[in-house]
């Protein structure tokens, strides 16, 4: 099994290099962040039942005694039809289709008895959405828009004394963004504005366990000011460049979980999980040389939530099967529902299942279908002009995991 460890330390690594290309979860938040989690539509979320809940609770870190790992690799197919479009530059629907692809990796080492540390790597946040028909008749709305993000959250934690642990750590954070359009004055041509950031927030963390059946995970994740800056081009002018600025703050997150142990083979998990996008009320983009807007976009989202039940059967002593069922409501109010992100409220369905393959050597299996709920579109702008359209969505997630004990 030696061989297996070194394969699985360089897939590790490699993982953190990959960064999510598409948004799932309410808002361009992105929930896929753990194998086992997606199994059970994220009803262990913040419990504490393997190293990949300290994205949701960083107080996880202490739930491995030595050294551990785990990463998560996955696939997110969705599928975003508009139809009956009804716009001022033309009434041609498209489909948006872009592949998403996630890695995540989780790290633990203990210290001391009482005392730990770890890291998480992950991408919170991700979106491509790209018409597949460059020329539809939304096109001054999206051609494409791009968000990726890259966020590294050193941990410790400490027991205080068996049954409680606490702990917090930062988060570092890069996020680049991509936004494209066709320029109204000149739709053979793009307007597009690129900006980057790096910026720093804090995670907390409780994990509870007041009797060895029951586990009580609640978790905090802090809200990150960004201050991007980049380059627009092609407005009103294609020749003409300008330095723009734009801020933006991710939203805080609060997950709380519990899980319980009905028998020595049978777990059950259930989830809440709160979203604080009302922070996002707008997007601007400023001129560096003038300190005027060059583009701007209302957003007026509103918080969101996430509910989740599922369940947890060990099968026999190296297989253990799980499923689970969860609603998400999405921050986009129907006012301001746009090309970029044409949002709705979701159903989650999960499957999933553990193999150990060894003492120290764990593989992992989900799979999640989402039912989005139909919606409209309906914007008008003085630049723009008119788009009404119906939309459709849906999506299905692939991940496999692994988990290795040093």
């Known amino acids: 099994m030696r061989t297996i460890g070194y394969i699985a330390s360089g897939v590790i690594v490699g993982s953190s290099l990959m960064i999510a290309s598409s948004a799932i979860a309410g808002g361009f938040a ?17 419990a504490g039942s393997d190293l990949s809940s300290m994205f949701w609770n960083p107080a996880a870190v202490t739930t491995q005694d030595g050294m551990n790992s785990l990463s998560s690799f996955t696939v997110i197919v969705p599928n975003t039809e508009f139809s009956d479009v009804a716009a001022t530059f033309g009434a041609t629907g498209t489909t948006m289709d872009s592949l998403g692809l996630l890695a995540g ?24 959405t ?19 993000t890259l966020n590294v959250a050193p941990t410790v934690g400490y027991k205080i004394f068996p049954g409680v642990s606490v702990a917090a750590g930062l988060q570092i954070q ?36 007041p009797t060895p059946s029951t ?26 460049n300008l330095d723009v600025s734009a801020s933006f703050d991710s939203p805080e997150m609060v997950t709380a979980s519990i899980r319980q142990q009905i028998t020595p083979s049978l777990a059950v998990m259930v989830n809440y999980e709160w979203s604080n996008w009302s922070r996002l009320q707008d997007l601007t983009f400023i001129s560096e040389s003038t300190g005027a807007s060059v583009g701007s976009e209302e957003f007026l989202w509103e918080d969101s939530y ?19 069922l969860g609603y998400e409501t999405s921050p986009v109010p129907d006012a301001t529902r746009g090309a970029r992100l044409p949002d709705s409220d979701r159903i989650w369905l999960a499957l999933g299942g553990s193999y150990e393959w060894s003492d120290s050597m764990t593989f992992d299996f989900g799979y999640s279908h989402i039912f989005f709920d139909d919606s409209k579109i309906s914007l008008a702008s003085a630049t723009k002009g008119l788009l009404a359209a119906n939309v459709t969505n849906s999506a299905d997630i692939i991940s496999i995991g692994m988990r290795h004990k040093w």
């Open 30 to 46: 992105i929930r896929e962040q753990s194998t086992t989690s997606l199994g059970v539509a994220f009803a262990d979320s913040a």
């Open 105 to 128: 990796s989780y790290f633990n080492y203990q210290l001391s008895p009482k005392l730990y540390v770890g890291a998480s790597i992950n991408a919170p946040f991700g979106l491509v």
């Open 130 to 148: 790209e018409p597949n028909n460059r020329d539809w008749g939304g096109r001054v709305y999206n051609r494409k828009s791009e968000m990726l």
């Open 174 to 209: 890069y996020i680049k963004a991509r936004l494209a359009i066709a320029n109204p004055l000149a739709l053979a041509t793009d307007v597009v504005q690129k900006a980057e950031d790096i910026g720093v927030g804090f995670t907390l963390g409780l994990l509870l366990e």
């Open 215 to 240: 586990k009580i995970g609640l978790g905090f994740r802090s809200s990150i000011s960004h201050d991007l800056s980049g380059v627009q081009f092609g407005h009103p002018n294609p020749a003409n």
């Open 306 to 324: 996430f509910v989740s039940a599922g369940a947890e059967m060990n099968v026999s002593e190296a297989l253990t099967v799980r499923a689970g």
